[in-house]
């Protein structure tokens, strides 16, 4: 069946400009979440959403950051005025509902470059 | 906060060696614990899980145990291929889903 999808799988942009990342999780999937991973690090968390409610977001980093659920399905993590330090892979994940016991289903992310 | 500490890679072995990558964690509250494998080129995708204390999860011949005593969650297999050559990463979630990771830790099997 299908997994987790993400798009695009690389994204290069110029500093200031600002980029859209897409997440389709797995149908039926309550929970969505995306990550940020730094090379050689594990994922850091970002933010988090139940159906369309953004329940967490203690991990954006700035305020330039902002991502949406609107209809509960797809998700985008929207990134604007792009700094260098933004460079890294975006994780998107999604679960069968928000509990501490049920595994996370990856995608396999999108390596964003920012120049 | 919640952590993740895993044993600093990379890690080298021959094949049909005895693996261990070792994981402890801080956490508040009762966490589920996982090991999530990325082999070259792919996504992450779940190897194992524990959810409570002295539980032992395992697949494809890895195994770990839940110690609450040493806050331990060591990845353990009795005989290494060189399919396993991949990026292992442990991970803990106390609060619905939220997940926090560690570094990972590269591992490469030799014939």
């Known amino acids: 069946g299908a997994g987790v999808s993400q798009s695009p799988r690389y994204k290069v942009a110029k500093r200031g400009q600002d980029v859209a990342l897409r997440c389709d999780p797995i149908s039926g999937h309550v929970s969505l979440f995306w990550y940020q991973q730094a090379l050689g690090q594990g994922p850091e968390f970002l933010t988090y959403f139940q159906n369309e409610a953004q329940l967490d977001k203690s991990g954006l980093p700035s305020d330039r950051f902002f991502a949406e659920r609107p209809e509960g399905s797809v998700s985008t993590l929207k990134i604007q005025r792009t700094q260098q330090e933004d460079s890294a892979v975006y994780l998107c994940?999604?679960?069968?509902?928000?509990?501490?016991?049920?595994?996370?289903?990856f995608g396999d992310g999108t390596r964003l470059s920012i120049l | 906060g919640d952590s993740v500490t895993q044993m600093e890679g990379p890690v080298t072995l021959s094949e049909e060696a005895f693996l261990t990558i070792n994981c402890t964690y801080t956490a508040t509250g009762y966490p589920s614990l996982f090991w999530y494998v990325q082999y070259p080129g792919e996504g992450l995708q779940l190897l194992l899980k524990a959810t409570k204390a002295d539980d032992k999860g395992s697949n494809k011949g890895f195994e770990a145990t839940y110690r609450k005593e040493t806050t331990s969650f060591h990845l353990e297999k009795g005989s290494v291929q060189v399919s396993d050559s991949a990026v292992y990463f442990c991970?803990?979630?106390?609060?619905?889903?939220?997940?926090?990771f560690g570094d990972g830790t590269t591992l490469t099997v030799k014939p």
């Open positions: 994940a999604s679960s069968l509902a928000g509990r501490s016991n049920q595994p996370q289903h």
């Open positions: 991970a803990l979630d106390t609060n619905a889903g939220k997940s926090t």
